[in-house]
């Protein structure tokens, strides 16, 4: 009887761990797998075109004129990274680095392209992040290593459009997991050129945006699953769900940020925002975007939008 009382425990202790061990995997998969069709630039400019359909007469105009360019880069931790780059005419040393969101790539994120070097003349650099559009990468960092290779692309940045006239400033702005990814750079040392952020949407931190989404599209709780996906993360990737941590980033920030979210977001919920507002130290500021969802706050308020981020590199001294 105690024999197989013992075989049955094992058995089901087994199958316990086994259960978890495939749970896991398949979530780490579903979360982490870049996107198969991540290099379809055309796709990426259909879809910009069908969401916001007054972009397409600026950025052809840019492509025929052989304005808007592409370079590329080696990545320390190996591969070759890619971005879009524009001159400004007027832009005094002034860029902005736009970093895009999760399964996204550069292209989708030209309206705030856009945004800087049109409305404010600015020079601007959209990176993909690795294993995004035309960037190589295994699997989806979620903004955590990325801000190493935002940091990287902002020295690229600063040589490829350094004004003897003007003293280089960089804004990185991102939006959804660029955000976070601005975040996660914003916490470490930094030249004196980055001046400032601006976050987008940005989660607190992988553990909780993930943990939302298990109970949100799963209805599950995070334990046990979210514990033994975040240690298989470690193991294939280096990182735990936990570490990668935009709200730790913010607290060690110094430099300006400004805190932008829709007070309808469910995807990052709105709390997110006020808890990473609350820990980061001045100088900062928060505009939160009434009626917007995820990511919607320019499209739905293009022009307070604008004027926001506008007035914030102003008091950074971005101007």
Excluded at 266 to 280: C, I, Q, R
């Amino acid at each position: 009887m105690k024999k197989r009382i013992i075989i049955t425990s094992a058995a089901v202790l087994a199958a316990v761990v086994l259960a978890l061990w495939g749970g896991s995997s398949y979530m780490l998969g579903y979360s982490l797998t870049p996107d198969a069709n991540r290099r379809d630039t055309d796709s990426a400019y259909a879809f910009l075109y069908k969401w916001l359909p007054d972009m397409r007469q600026w950025t052809d105009s840019l492509r025929r004129g052989g304005l808007l360019r592409d370079t590329f880069v080696a990545m320390p931790g190996g591969g070759r990274h890619h971005a879009l780059w524009l001159r400004g005419d007027s832009a005094r040393g002034r860029t902005a680095i736009i970093v895009h969101g999760y399964r996204d790539c550069c292209v989708k994120f030209l309206f705030l392209g856009r945004m800087y070097h049109r409305d404010m003349g600015f020079n601007i650099l959209l990176p993909d992040l690795s294993a995004h559009g035309l960037s190589d990468g295994g699997s989806i960092g979620m903004g955590w290593h990325d801000r190493h290779d935002v940091a990287r692309w902002a020295g690229v940045a600063e040589r490829l459009f350094r004004d003897t006239a003007a003293a280089s400033r960089i804004v990185i702005h991102g939006v959804s997991m660029g955000a976070a990814t601005t975040m996660g750079v914003a916490g470490e040392r930094l030249p004196d050129y980055i001046r400032c952020f601006v976050e987008d949407c940005g989660y607190t931190s992988v553990w909780d945006e993930f943990a939302c989404q298990l109970r949100g599209q799963f209805g599950l709780p995070p334990f046990p699953l979210m514990y033994t996906t975040s240690a298989l993360c470690r193991l294939r990737y280096g990182w735990t769900f936990g570490e990668a941590s935009p709200l730790e980033q913010v607290a060690k920030c110094r430099r300006p940020m400004l805190f932008i979210h829709g007070d309808k977001d469910t995807f990052v919920p709105t709390w997110m925002v006020y808890k990473l507002y609350e820990a980061k130290p001045q100088p900062k500021q928060l505009w939160i975007a009434p009626g917007s969802g995820h990511a919607q706050a320019y499209v739905d308020h293009p022009e307070e939008y604008t004027e926001t981020v506008r007035e914030f590199l102003r008091d950074s001294g971005m101007e």
